[in-house]
């Protein structure tokens, strides 16, 4: 799952990027891919942004005929083409750093190429859709189960990883590991990624909600525990998460 440039350009000639974020199961259930175009006419300096939506792969019959003035003739033929999904056109991605609207400017004027683009594109996209709340709930709403769980799991595990020793440190003296951390990890973080990322994302901030969750951690690991936790965080969940 990395982001390549597409054969086409966008409005002003800038290349467009992919991600496949969505694969055919069997059902009916079509191919999708994030598109993500940088965004920065030459005339207008203040409107550089990062676009994004999102396109289903499609199929249709067509007529084809040598001449515009002949009706086609004989059977149709079957084609497959991307169609965005109106509903998920986005002006302007959030989370992304002051830096990255220089990166931009430079990506959509083509002054940024190679292997050095594709860096600096992957890191916007983890700015906007990884990092950032919205948009991990917006890759989550149009990818499939398996990518978007695993976008999650990446977040959740820097969250749990490197967040905690920030603003609130919770580790016990002795260098114990924070028994909220340890619950949610082995709880949430296979099958329910994304209550545990955002339950841990409040426990930072919440005491209330984090003894809460430490009184659960102090259960005996059994099954009934398990429960209670999951019971607990959907109870709990933020409306704003899928």
Not at 101 to 109: E, K, N, P
Request: net charge neutral; glycine share 6%; with cysteine.
């Amino acid at each position: 799952m990395t982001l390549e440039r597409d054969t086409r350009c966008g409005l002003f000639g800038t290349p467009l990027w992919v991600l496949l974020i969505a694969k055919p199961d069997g059902t009916d259930r079509r191919p999708r891919r994030l598109v993500l175009e940088p965004y920065s006419p030459l005339s207008m300096g203040t409107a550089t942004r990062l676009d994004a939506w999102v396109e289903e792969q499609q199929g249709i019959y067509v007529w084809e005929s040598t001449k515009h003035v002949r009706r086609p003739a004989g059977a149709p033929t079957w084609r497959t083409e991307w169609r965005r999904i109106d509903a998920s056109m986005q002006h302007g991605c959030p989370g992304l750093p002051s830096m990255g609207f220089a990166v931009i400017r430079a990506l959509a004027r083509q002054e940024l190429v190679g292997e050095s683009a594709k860096e600096v594109m992957h890191d916007l996209f983890w700015s906007a859709f990884v990092a950032n709340v919205d948009g991990l709930n917006y890759l989550v709403r149009y990818a499939d189960k398996e990518t978007g769980e695993f976008y999650t799991r990446q977040q959740f595990d820097w969250q749990i990883n490197q967040l905690k020793r920030a603003a609130i440190d919770r580790r016990k003296p002795n260098g114990d590991k924070d028994p909220v951390a340890e619950l949610l990890s082995a709880i949430a973080r296979e099958e329910h990624p994304m209550l545990g990322l955002r339950a841990w994302e409040r426990a930072v901030i919440d005491d209330e909600f984090y003894d809460a969750l430490a009184a659960l951690a102090a259960l005996a690991d059994t099954d009934e525990r398990t429960d209670s936790v999951i019971r607990f965080l959907k109870l709990h969940k933020s409306k704003r998460t899928p």
